[in-house]
């Protein structure tokens, strides 16, 4: 899924460098968004807040870009460790009543999900 | 026998194991007694597991029983004994025990029972170390202060109406009030050596990959690391030792070797701070800023007095980029926490809402929103928005690459030559509940002397250096990766250079109260101080 944001207010200010920073505030329907997006269902007194607060965080962030960083590599992790692979080999599972006896619903030896698909496409 | 036994240190407790003057069934009953007679003053602990705890101690006497009978006089077979063996340990509740809660401190987790051990969990059962309890913390280990728990706040033991730090609040307030002598918590960002500080203990966030994480709840997998609090910077090296080493579970659990010497420090003070002459300490300059608590900054410039005094050479250093730690942090983990949390769905495990009507993206609106708390959604929010099409580059790929300058900065120093930096853990003492709670980025801010730590992945460790105005400030000293012995060597002749000092083994001035059973709960304390901040807002109109 593609997001897509109109912020209510984009200035572009040029920073030092010639670099250029988008400083976005979200407004109420990208807030909105977000929490769809993240699967987070909030009462409209929760989305407002968070507005405000997200906001206030995000003004923290254009800190960053007083930083020209064109040629730094990014650092995902700092450990140089790199691919390493298990031994090909069977080890035992947990056992299925175990992870079961934690599921919502259950049918049998199944997990009970509920239907993704419209009834029209079954 | 009058001695109180939750007064010991473990490795006392381990020596009065050996000579049979104790047995682990006793040490665990006297620390259960207390635990369950302070946890309504307290709420360090969302589960007492008495009768666990006391099944394991009886397993471990056995042991030491056998070992008696089997070695040479007893002699040989008890040397075998690792240190933990039968003593008493906190869990903080977002490590797996077979068969047990772990909440994460979050409703979404209620009722979940882990099907399978940590892999640190099946370390300490390996050496005979007993589960007192699962400890309290801020929900999925985001906050400092432990007021972000579904399950209420924790108080601190120093002062029951200030906050024991966090995440890992019942962790270091359980081990503080004597309820424990060890116990294990994760730091992300400094949630172990914050509230260690703020508690006055040991807490040691080792370097990332040091400790595996297989079994515990996932808050951001680039940061997140597992550590050791204790009175005592012994206590704690042998705790990292218990649960230090690769694992093939975790695949960022690197191969390094875990020194014996963990278990050896020096037992005497003077040996111990001898081990100081010729080392050369940084004073990162960026960590004694404006915000921090002047009486704080005092503490620390004795600590290094102390050390300079037993011939290290303490000279300022600059980690330039550490002023825009807070962001890339602020951007990196709740990008991290947000594809982490995406597994609380309700459909395998956890609090699940299924509406009527079946459409399942209305369930995990319902349960998610219902399952998580302010501060978790906040992050996950954040972390969303920042890893969105279109600002992935100008908030993610920006805050990596900034991440990479700080690790620099670190690289650089220990490259001069600097052996580890001090610092100041926290900028603040212990904070009353509801000081920080009103605006996200003063809670933040709480961490800004532990998180460029966690974003260059090197071990820092947290060490009481004293007090301000009756609460414990803790000095941070950070090493290059794999440096925990080092560390450890520091923080022992500290300790050893600080024994006379008035602070040095003190026990919080509140645990007398901490007693009461009919009295305030943390949270009773909390809703009673924001009762009073709201009236002195509105009072002068």
């Not at chain 2, 987790?109 to 007993?130: F, N, T, W």
Request: one cysteine or more; proline letters at 6%.
């Amino acid at each position: 899924m593609v997001a897509r944001f109109t912020p209510g207010i984009v200035a572009e200010v040029a920073g030092w460098l010639g670099y250029h920073r988008p400083v976005a505030a979200l407004t109420r329907s990208d807030v909105e968004h977000v929490a769809h997006l993240a699967r987070l269902g909030m009462t409209p007194a929760e989305l407002d807040r968070l507005q405000g607060q997200l906001n206030h965080i995000l003004d923290q962030y254009a800190k960053l870009a007083e930083l020209n960083t064109d040629a730094i590599p990014p650092t995902a992790q700092t450990i140089e460790l790199e691919n390493i692979l298990r031994d090909d080999v069977v080890t035992p599972s947990l056992p299925a009543a175990a992870v079961l006896a934690n599921a919502p619903a259950r049918e049998g030896e199944f997990v009970l999900v509920p239907p993704i698909l419209g009834a029209e496409s079954r | 026998m009058a001695i109180d036994l939750t007064s010991l240190l473990a490795h006392e407790m381990a020596a009065l194991l050996r000579s049979g003057s104790t047995s682990s069934r006793a040490l665990t009953e006297a620390h259960l007694a207390v635990a369950e007679r302070q946890n309504h003053a307290l709420n360090a602990w969302l589960l007492i597991d008495r009768e666990g705890a006391l099944r394991q101690a009886d397993a471990a006497d056995a042991r030491i029983a056998a070992a008696r009978r089997d070695g040479l006089d007893g002699v040989a077979g008890l040397a075998a004994l690792h240190p933990l063996h039968g003593i008493p340990v906190g869990l903080k509740d977002l490590i797996s025990v077979e068969g047990g809660q772990c909440t994460a401190g979050s409703r979404i987790l209620a009722g979940y029972r882990a099907p399978y051990d940590a892999h640190i969990v099946e370390r300490l059962r390996a050496v005979g170390a007993v589960f007192l309890g699962k400890t309290n913390m801020d929900e999925f280990a985001m906050g400092s202060s432990n007021e972000y728990s579904a399950y209420g706040p924790v108080s601190n033991p120093w002062d029951l109406d200030t906050v024991p730090g966090g995440s890992s609040g019942g962790s270091a307030a359980a081990v503080a009030a004597h309820h424990v002598p060890l116990s294990l918590g994760t730091d992300t960002g400094g949630s172990i050596r914050q509230p260690a500080a703020l508690c006055g203990i040991v807490g040691m966030k080792p370097t990332y990959g040091r400790v595996s994480r297989y079994g515990i709840v996932a808050f951001a997998s680039s940061l997140d690391q597992i550590g050791p609090f204790a009175r005592d910077a012994r206590d704690a090296a042998a705790l990292l030792h218990a649960v230090a080493g690769r694992d093939a579970r975790d695949s960022t659990s690197a191969p390094v070797s875990v020194p014996d010497e963990l278990l050896h420090l020096a037992a005497s003070d003077d040996e111990a701070a001898s081990w100081l002459r010729g080392k050369r300490f940084g004073l990162p300059r960026e960590y004694f800023v404006a915000g921090m608590d002047p009486d704080v900054e005092r503490r620390i410039r004795e600590g290094v007095a102390f050390l300079e005094d037993a011939g290290a050479r303490v000279e300022d250093v600059s980690l330039p980029h550490t002023d825009y730690g807070l962001a890339t942090y602020y951007i990196v983990a709740p990008a991290e926490a947000s594809a982490n949390l995406a597994r609380y769905d309700g459909v395998r495990y956890g609090l699940s809402r299924r509406l009527e009507g079946g459409d399942f993206i209305a369930d995990y609106l319902a349960t998610r929103g219902e399952g998580f708390g302010a501060e978790v959604k906040r992050r996950i929010m954040l972390g969303t928005y920042a890893l969105s099409a279109g600002y992935y580059d100008a908030f993610y790929l920006k805050a990596q690459k900034v991440r990479t300058l700080i690790k620099r900065d670190f690289d650089e120093v220990f490259a001069s030559g600097i052996d580890a930096l001090v610092a100041p853990t926290s900028p603040s003492v212990a904070f009353r509940f509801g000081a920080r709670t009103a605006d996200p980025v003063a809670m933040y801010l709480s961490d800004a002397c532990t998180l460029p730590v966690n974003m260059a992945g090197l071990p820092g460790i947290s060490i009481p250096c004293g007090l301000s105005e009756g609460l414990p400030v803790g000095l941070q000293l950070i090493g290059p990766a794999w440096s925990e012995l080092m560390l450890f060597r520091a923080a022992r002749a500290f300790e050893g250079l600080t024994a006379a000092a008035s602070w040095s083994g003190m026990p919080p001035t509140h645990l007398a109260a901490s007693n009461d059973g009919a009295g305030p709960t943390p949270a009773d304390r909390a809703a009673a101080l924001a009762t009073l901040a709201a009236a002195a807002l509105v009072a002068p109109r």
